[in-house]
């Protein structure tokens, strides 16, 4: 009768220790697939931000063009009146 219960206790013990073992390992795999999710979504996000800072870096240069065009016009308006008011006044 001893070594029966003997042999139940060992067996349950080796039961709990492998399913014990197992656990940890199970959330282990969880903890590395969820940072794995995250340096994932950190990625995107770095690569959607490289996107944003280069779209806005085109519409800036395209606006400074768009601005030197304009100063250039208005300086060329502005010197012809300014011919034209002289030439009126001689």
């Known amino acids: 009768m001893k070594k029966s219960i003997l042999s ?3 067996a ?3 039961g709990l ?3 014990s073992c197992r656990e940890p390992k199970s959330d282990a795999e969880k903890a590395a697939d ?3 999710e995250a340096m994932d979504d950190a990625g995107d996000a770095v690569e959607e931000a490289a996107d ?3 779209d806005a870096a085109e ?3 395209d606006a400074m063009e768009d601005a030197a065009e ?3 016009e208005a300086m060329e308006e502005g010197a012809e009146e300014m011919e034209e008011a002289t ?3 001689m």
Do not use: F, M
């Open 8 to 10: 139940i206790t060992i």
């Open 12 to 14: 349950a013990l080796l």
């Open 17 to 19: 220790g492998v399913v």
């Open 34 to 36: 969820d940072v794995e």
């Open 52 to 54: 944003a800072v280069e």
């Open 59 to 61: 519409e800036t240069a």
């Open 70 to 72: 304009e100063t250039g």
């Open 87 to 89: 030439k009126d006044e």
